[in-house]
């Protein structure tokens, strides 16, 4: 695994706190070429002077902030390389990009001249007060559960329904989860967490296996389970805890690479299972 910080970079390219695009498209052009459009891309469906522009700058106005966010990468990836062969048996060949992005995501896993890298967006990470070093460890931790995925199995299948998409997502994030919690070496870790969100999930669990499977026979959408912008019975990303559950359940029968390449038609099969009565432990 190799690192980039680009906190340096970001400070000196706006020493005055004022955002400006061409000054970050040369930024982000010298961490690779194809850096700017891809973002450019990928944010084109907002608004940039209502939606993303203001995020930014309030960003840049905290240089303390970034720094110390810089500081806590270095920490937090050192302590990731002597943990990554708990997961992985092989080298695990991608960047980690601490870098200033447009809103894109705070943690986003995708190509830069065809190799992986896993981006993390300084501004929504902040945005988002993830910048404790629990938060950040978690986010690096989930991000680095998809490369595993994508390294042992197939990250995608084709989803042309509701119900397979919704599939898909839950079998990413669970997936995402348990390797996290293997990371962290406590099964029991969520890094959301907070003000009740665990306790509410496991008492309310029979009854959100049973709304996300009506969901799936009836192509309805899950999007509300996913998501700190969306929230299911005043709950965000309750997916993620069912996600997890799902596979830690496959688990009973199955090695996780097994499930990792898994297709849709069995993991909906299992889902049925799942959601019904469960395996013996």
């Known amino acids: 695994m190799k690192t980039v910080n680009t906190v340096p970079e970001i ?23 194809e850096l700017p459009k891809l973002c450019e891309e990928d944010t084109a469906k907002y608004e940039f002077e209502k939606d993303v522009l203001p995020v930014i700058e309030t960003v840049l106005g905290e240089p303390e902030r970034i720094r110390h ?16 062969p708990v997961l992985f048996d092989k080298e695990c060949e991608v960047t980690v990009v601490l870098y200033l992005g447009l809103c894109n995501a705070a943690g986003w896993v995708t190509f830069l001249g065809g190799k992986k890298v896993v981006l993390l967006g300084v501004e ?33 299948f084709p989803a042309h329904t509701q119900s397979r998409q919704s599939m898909l997502q839950l079998w990413q994030e669970g997936i995402a989860m348990v390797c996290e919690q293997i990371l962290s070496k406590d099964e029991r870790y969520y890094h959301q967490d907070e003000n009740g969100w665990l306790a509410w999930c496991q008492e309310q669990e029979p009854m959100i296996k049973e709304e996300y499977g009506r969901r799936l026979e009836q192509e309805e959408s899950t999007q509300d389970f996913f998501g700190d912008w969306c929230d299911f019975c005043g709950y965000s990303d309750v997916g993620y805890y069912l996600g997890c559950r799902f596979v830690r359940w496959m688990m009973k029968e199955n090695d996780l690479r097994e499930i990792a390449a898994m297709g849709a038609a069995e993991l909906l099969e299992k889902y049925t299972r799942f959601a019904g009565k469960e395996l013996p432990a």
Do not use: C, M
């Not at 400070?11 to 070429?33: E, M, N, V």
């Not at 500081?71 to 990554?84: D, P, T």
């Not at 929504?124 to 595993?148: C, M, P, Q, R, T």
């Open 11 to 33: 400070l000196s390219t706006f020493p005055d706190s004022h955002f400006d695009k061409q000054r970050w498209r040369d930024y982000a052009g010298a961490i690779h070429p």
């Open 124 to 156: 929504k990470v902040l945005e988002l007060n993830w910048d404790s070093e629990e938060k950040l460890k978690a986010l690096l931790y989930h991000e680095i559960g998809h490369i595993w995925h994508e390294t042992y199995g197939n990250l995608e």
């Open 69 to 84: 966010l810089g500081s806590r990468f270095e920490h937090i990836v050192a302590e990731l390389q002597e943990r990554l």
